[in-house]
Each structure stands twice: as structure tokens, then as C-alpha cells.
């Protein structure tokens, strides 16, 4: 994700970074540029009947309409992006919350240095599981392996990371149990968190594995093609040349804001728009290593 200041307009105006919607559509514009331009010039120059050149200026009328329609699909497309990104965003906070709340609880519960050494290498072990997975990657690298003086972390890596590690949290609890080192109310509220986790899992796999209907990103595509490829037909009488920027600009815009939301409505990988969980990742180790200090 992209840190900025908000504030900066002229910042905003003047800067393009490598993930811009104008590098990636700036070849399709160039090819716009030359077919209005191959339009423009064909009307002008071999259009003379003033019966045909009043009903393709009358194009121009129905576009006008098709506008109105047309911002009010961009508007519900960029909403419904926005809301998964949002989304997914609440339930990193929420991972967040939970991750500190039970590392507070067991540090509270467990007397024995070496168990909650256990749980908050962890902890920390599941959220970065957890953005992985989200990612379709292991990157081993990055987890705690030596859990405490005598454990080292175990997992297979063709199966569901996440649920690995919170299955053996929640058996490292049972055992503390058996042990009587736990009574049944302090585990009641270890285990409100622990679900906590695997509810923030689904939540972002429902994100992750529920794209918006085919349909309706094909129709929206469609729909902006169509509109711009019969647009110069109309405005070239009333515009000239000219009406070959303008429209460039027109599909910039509208094509824009079809990519934005393809980029964010699944907001867990590495794109420039996407959540920054590594930031949440590194926040969460910082957590629990000044929890288990206090």
C-alpha cells in the first residue's frame, strides 16, 4: 500500500508512479488517438449529405443519456470494490485486537515463561500464515521456528497453514488444562479469542474466493468499449479533430476506475492499492514481543 499525504494536491497532479492507470492504458489510448483520428477524418472529408451527417450528430444525444447510465454503473462497481477492501481492512484490525487481547490474557493466566514464549511466537507465526495463505504463498523466512527452548514449529505445507497453527494453539491451551495450570473460566475467555482467529480466516477467504459475478465485470467492459468506439461518430461534426483527446480522455477516466476496482476488491496481495499487511504482520511481532516484556 501506498503511504501519501493526503493534502499534497499538486504531489497527486504531477507524479506517476509505476502502478498509474495511465502507464497501463496508455497503448489502448494511442490506439484510440488513431481511430478517431481515421473517423474524423473520413466524416469530414466524405461526409456531405446533410441528411446523414444530421443523424450521426443525433449519436451525440443518446450518448448524453447513456452518460448518466453510465456513471451510475462506475459508481455502484467502485462501492462494491470498495466495500470488500474495506472489509478485509476491519478484519486485519480486528486479527490486530484479538492478537493483543489473548497475548494480555495469557500473560495474565500462564506463570511459565517458557508457555508464553510458546504462544506469542505463535501468535505472530499465525498472522503471517494467515497473509500468506491469503497470497498463496509460504514464506517461511518469516515465521518464529524456534517456539521456545526445546519446540520448534511444525506444519505441512501443501495443507492450510493457518488452521494448522491454530489447532495446535488450541491444543497447547487443552494441555495447560489437563495440567490445571488453566481453570474453566480463564480458558472460556482464551477461547473467545482463538475462535476470533479462525472467524477473521474465513471472512478474508470469503473476500479472497468471491470475485464480483462474471457477468457483471464483462458487461461493464463491454459497455465502456462500445460507448467509446461509437462516440466519435457523433461529436467529430461538432468537434473536429479535437474530439479525438476528448474522448481519450473520456475512456481514460471511465476505464480508470474499472482497473481501481478490479485492484482493490481483492485487497490481500501486493498491488500498490492492497491492504498493507506486512505493516500488520510487523505490528503484531512488535506487540507481543513488548507484551511479554510488561
Known amino acids: ?35 478517431c483520428t481515421v473517423i474524423a477524418y473520413y466524416e469530414l472529408n466524405y461526409i456531405k449529405l446533410a441528411e446523414t451527417i444530421a443523424e450521426l450528430k443525433n449519436i451525440s444525444i443518446l ?15 467502485t462501492n462494491t470494490a470498495y466495500d470488500r477492501w474495506w472489509e478485509g481492512r476491519k478484519l486485519w484490525g480486528a486479527l490486530i485486537n484479538n492478537s493483543r487481547n489473548l497475548m494480555m490474557l495469557l500473560n495474565s493466566m500462564v506463570k511459565d515463561k517458557e508457555e508464553r514464549s510458546y504462544f506469542r511466537n505463535m501468535i505472530i507465526n499465525y498472522a503471517y500464515a494467515l497473509k ?15 517456539l521456545n527452548s526445546t519446540e520448534t514449529l511444525q506444519y505441512k505445507r501443501d495443507e492450510h ?9 488450541i491444543t497447547r491451551v487443552m494441555q495447560l488444562v489437563e495440567k490445571k495450570e ?16 479462525t472467524d477473521i480466516c474465513g471472512g478474508c477467504e470469503r473476500i479472497k474466493k468471491t470475485p464480483i459475478p462474471f457477468s457483471y465485470s464483462v458487461f461493464f ?61 510487523a505490528a503484531i511481532k512488535q506487540s507481543m514481543h513488548e507484551l511479554e516484556q510488561v
Open 132 to 146: 500468506n495463505h491469503l497470497r498463496n504463498t509460504v514464506v517461511e523466512s518469516e515465521f518464529v521456528m524456534q
Open 161 to 169: 497453514i493457518p488452521n494448522q497453527l491454530a489447532q495446535q494453539l
Open 221 to 281: 467492459k463491454k459497455f465502456i468499449f462500445f460507448y467509446i468506439m461509437t462516440m466519435p461518430l457523433g461529436y467529430v461534426f461538432s468537434l473536429g479533430y479535437y474530439a479525438a483527446p476528448i474522448i481519450v480522455f473520456i475512456f481514460y477516466v471511465l476505464a480508470s476506475m474499472e482497473l481501481i476496482a478490479e485492484e482493490i476488491e481483492d485487497p490481500f496481495g501486493q498491488d500498490a492499492n492492497d491492504l498493507p499487511t506486512d505493516n500488520i504482520c
Open 1 to 35: 500500500m501506498i503511504d501519501y499525504n493526503p493534502k499534497e494536491w499538486f504531489t497527486f497532479i504531477f507524479r506517476f508512479h509505476k502502478n498509474d492507470t495511465l502507464r497501463k492504458l496508455l497503448p489502448v489510448m494511442a490506439g484510440i488517438v488513431v481511430y
Open 63 to 77: 450518448h448524453s443519456i447513456l452518460g448518466f447510465v453510465i456513471s451510475l454503473l462506475l459508481v455502484f462497481r
Open 182 to 197: 488453566l481453570s474453566t473460566e480463564q480458558v472460556w475467555l482464551v477461547n473467545q479469542n482463538l475462535q476470533a482467529f
